[in-house]
């Protein structure tokens, strides 16, 4: 007879094979799944977008994520001056989320894996589409102050927060602005993502949150966001002050092109880090002005 946890690891298995990745926090929409009941192997926001139109890439709307929100009341808290943590995974079983977190370990697949885990061609377990950690992209967290989904736009959405070198481990941290003012009482809206640096298809990953920001003590709003520009080498041509999440590869509403080659040799590809001129941590020039 097979065993309850027999059947619940070859289900992880199979929906963890090749599994592309998302942060995990029961503040985020979709948490279980699409199909109305909960999900403890949830999957569908790992999905990467490609070559989509604007209505299904933004907020993850291609299969419907966007319309399954968390449940009333619960919020990824952001402690202004402080940091907060989620879990990035190929799938839900592999976090703390599900299953009391028996099939989690450091790494996003629940597996085992060396520290200095260096694979020349491409790490594909877990799929992190990069050769070793000092080559991962960078993910990225942006807030938009509005309380209502549908009232998100690229322009009202601004990154706050950028890890370097990730995604890698399982528990990822990012850091907050002091400045952050709060958010309306109904919270905000928040988003994940990043843009992968090669290796394998050159699709990107968005996932939407409701969030709040705590301890919060200034009251001066953020700047509109610009579209980030490609600037590696030239400082100088970075776009200052706050930011447009990277939206690339996309059928429409592009915010970003590149074509060459880096310094590196390798093609261009814009990230969440400094060839596109975000600074490690908390984005502290995005507001309209100092405190108040």
């Not at 409701?210 to 200034?218: G, I, L």
């Amino acid at each position: 007879m097979i065993s309850l946890g027999g059947i619940l690891i070859a289900l992880l298995s199979l929906r963890s094979a090749n599994a592309h990745l998302a942060a995990w926090h029961t503040g985020m929409y979709c948490m279980d799944g699409t199909s109305g009941q909960v999900d403890q192997n949830a999957n569908e926001i790992v999905n990467p977008l490609y070559q989509l139109p604007f209505s299904q890439w933004w907020m993850h709307h291609n299969n419907l994520c966007d319309e399954f929100p968390p449940a009333p009341g619960v919020f990824l808290d952001l402690p202004a001056g402080g940091s907060f943590t989620v879990e990035i995974a190929g799938n839900r079983g592999q976090t703390t989320l599900s299953f009391n977190g028996q099939f989690t370990s450091e790494w996003p697949d629940g597996q085992q894996h060396p520290d200095d885990m260096n694979i020349p061609t491409c790490i594909v377990q877990p799929n992190m589409h990069t050769q070793n950690q000092t080559m991962a992209a960078g993910t990225a967290f942006a807030i938009s102050y509005q309380s209502d989904i549908s009232n998100v736009t690229p322009e009202n959405l601004a990154v706050f927060s950028v890890r370097y070198h990730t995604p890698w481990k399982r528990l990822t941290t990012y850091d907050v602005p002091a400045a952050m003012p709060a958010c309306p009482p109904a919270g905000c809206i928040c988003a994940w993502g990043w843009v992968p640096n090669g290796c394998g298809e050159p699709n990107m990953y968005m996932q939407p949150f409701k969030c709040r920001v705590t301890n919060a003590s200034s009251r001066t709003p953020l700047s509109a966001p610009r579209a980030p520009v490609w600037c590696e080498g030239n400082p100088d041509a970075c776009v200052s002050g706050a930011k447009q999440m990277i939206y690339w590869n996309q059928l429409e509403r592009n915010n970003i092109q590149v074509s060459g080659l880096g310094l590196s040799g390798h093609p261009k590809s814009p990230a969440y880090n400094q060839k596109c001129g975000f600074a490690d941590g908390a984005q502290n020039d995005i507001f309209s002005g100092p405190p108040s």
